[in-house]
């Protein structure tokens, strides 16, 4: 199997009424968009592929990441990121401790403290380590969510409107941020989004649902 997220003859089931079927391929660097109104099941679908799709819905086909198949493991195991449309960053912690929440386990603190003082630097926020999240804008705070995801050292990444709560001038910075970050690390993205200029910005194919 080639590298790259493979969406085998994934179909997705609500009490009987079919949602989604899609058989598709994304290769390291590339972005798909999907596209579609609102209800549709963009969101499902994204939850199929991280492992949190919930018990009332059901899933057949296989879901394939580098050649591995990731169907039947828990999230934890998947080594997929995904950024939402609101950064989520812990509000009691600080831009450091929520960047430290992405990193493996161990090793030691002054090591830990480069990677993320490293990983602050990459997005402009040299410095910001010890500031409380409430400090930060709109724009920083989706550069911290996204430093904190690639810090898990995905495999894959998934976008859920991420950038659908900026106004147009960050939304651009950030969605070009995000898209250069995952294209220097290869990862296959998968976007979900209803704006045009999401898709056009990410130059890859698109499939439209609904």
């Known amino acids: 199997m080639a590298d790259g997220l493979h969406l085998d003859k994934v179909a997705i089931t609500h009490g009987g009424t079919q949602l989604i079927t899609i058989d598709t391929h994304v290769t390291p660097g590339e972005v798909l968009t ?6 549709v099941g963009k969101s499902t679908l994204l939850s199929a592929i991280i492992g ?36 989520l960053l ?53 550069r911290v969510a996204l430093m904190r995801m690639l810090l898990s050292e995905p495999h894959a990444l998934l976008l859920d409107e991420p950038f659908s709560g900026l106004d147009a001038e960050l939304r651009g910075q950030v969605r070009d941020l995000v898209f250069e970050h995952a294209r220097a690390r290869a990862l296959p993205v998968l ?20």
């Open 34 to 39: 999907i596209m579609g109104p609102s209800g």
């Open 52 to 87: 949190t799709l919930a018990d009332s819905f059901d899933c057949s086909g296989h879901i394939i990441l580098n050649g591995r198949d990731l169907t039947p493991l828990p999230p934890d195991e998947r080594c997929v990121g995904i950024l939402f449309q609101d950064a």
């Open 90 to 142: 812990f509000p009691h912690l600080s831009v450091g401790a929520n960047l430290a929440f992405g990193l493996a386990p161990g090793g030691a603190r002054a090591e830990r403290r480069t990677k993320i003082d490293t990983a602050l630097a990459e997005v402009g926020l040299e410095g910001f380590a010890d500031r409380d999240p409430a400090t930060l804008s709109g724009g920083q705070r989706a």
């Open 191 to 210: 976007l979900v989004t209803h704006d045009r200029d999401d898709a056009e910005a990410a130059g890859g194919p698109v499939i439209n649902l609904g």
